[in-house]
């Protein structure tokens, strides 16, 4: 069961549920006043470098305790303001629908961890109320947007799933999702985070991937495109192998498999995956 | 216990133009971050980012990011003194 599911869904899958992204243009400012400095930047949902290293400063010391704390805390405050899921292909596609504006945006985690030049760096969707901000705050739209046709952002998404990036959907203020990332290891927070430390600013998807080793063809196309860790080749038998407990079922591996040798099946009914996110 | 990454601001002046180090770094240890929070209608100036040593535990102590900094800017040590 997909708590967020279970919490926002209306009885479907959280990012299908409409309401979602219907999130208010005005709102009460609230007695401290408008939100500033971290809170508005693209990254305020991710633990930030100070955080990390406490985080790698318990680990270090061999403080368990501390750990599983900080890694608490990061969780709720992730769950409060800034949760993603891993989306398959198809399930990005469907989302679009329900997207309005859209427009294509720099990738703020590959800013700070590769300095990529803006230009070279347009990888992220942004949508819903919120982008009509995006005059006011130029640094967490950092060179500017481009709106695009939803026509143009499935275009774009397919683009880059076939790229090997995987889509995580994101909320910006739970329940309301502003946010489509297409992310890798090591350059994006969120990956990084979940595989490095176990924070779970994301969670997995709704399916996991499943080989068959009769239809493999030991061609090794999908292995690589695995964003999570989750795969590698078995050399004795000459097949691609998947850990079903660390995949994120973002479906990379499947859209290269040309056997039809791997596929997707539903996290939910799978008992001993169903509540693996 | 964790190596030490220092890096001398002075000499490493707008780091988001040149990025050689987060680039060069086989594990992605370093990354950007902003000294000044972002504010209406302004792009931060760039001479804000600065770099930073984070997934520490991930550095292998290469040295790779000492060699490529054109500015001299970065120390790596590890263990008691140095």
């Keep these: 069961m997909c708590d967020m599911c279970v919490d926002h869904g209306d009885g479907m899958q959280w990012h299908f549920n409409a309401a979602n992204y219907a999130r208010r243009l005005y709102k009460i400012r609230k007695e401290s006043g408008e939100a500033t400095g971290a809170e508005i930047s693209g990254l305020a949902g991710f633990p930030q470098a100070d955080e990390i290293l406490e985080l790698i400063e318990a680990l270090d010391r061999g403080d368990m305790d501390a750990h599983e704390s900080l890694l608490r805390e990061y969780e709720s405050k992730a769950r409060r303001e800034m949760l993603g899921q891993t989306l398959t292909i198809d399930e990005v596609l469907r989302a679009v629908e329900f997207m309005y504006p859209i427009a294509r945006m720099t990738c703020m985690c590959r800013k700070i961890t590769e300095a990529l030049p803006d230009e070279e760096n347009q990888t992220c969707i942004g949508f819903g109320p919120g982008l009509y901000k995006w005059e006011r705050w130029p640094e967490t739209y950092h060179g500017g947007i481009e709106f695009l046709h939803p026509d143009d952002a499935r275009e774009l998404l397919i683009e880059l799933n076939k790229q090997g990036f995987a889509q995580i959907m994101f909320t910006m203020g739970t329940p309301y999702i502003g946010g489509l990332c297409s992310c890798q290891y090591p350059g994006c927070l969120a990956i990084r985070e979940r595989l490095d430390y176990g924070i779970k600013g994301f969670w997995k998807g709704h399916d996991v991937a499943r080989i068959d080793p009769n239809l493999c063809t030991g061609c090794g196309l999908c292995a690589p495109r695995c964003q999570f860790k989750a795969m590698s080749f078995d050399p004795s038998r000459g097949v691609a192998f998947i850990d079903p407990f660390r995949c994120f079922g973002c479906g990379l591996c499947v859209s290269v498999c040309e056997s039809g040798a791997i596929t997707l099946e539903r996290r939910e009914a799978i008992p001993t995956l169903a509540n693996v996110w | ?82």
């Design chain 2, 1 to 82: 216990m964790l190596p030490r990454i220092t890096i001398d601001d002075a000499k490493c002046k707008v780091p988001l133009d040149c990025g050689k180090c987060l680039r060069v770094c086989p594990t992605q240890v370093l990354n950007l971050y902003c000294n000044a929070p972002p504010q209406k209608f302004r792009e931060i100036d760039p001479s804000h980012y600065r770099v930073r040593g984070v997934h520490l535990l991930a550095c292998s102590l290469c040295m790779e990011c000492v060699k490529v900094c054109p500015e001299g800017a970065i120390q790596v040590a590890f263990g008691e003194g140095g």
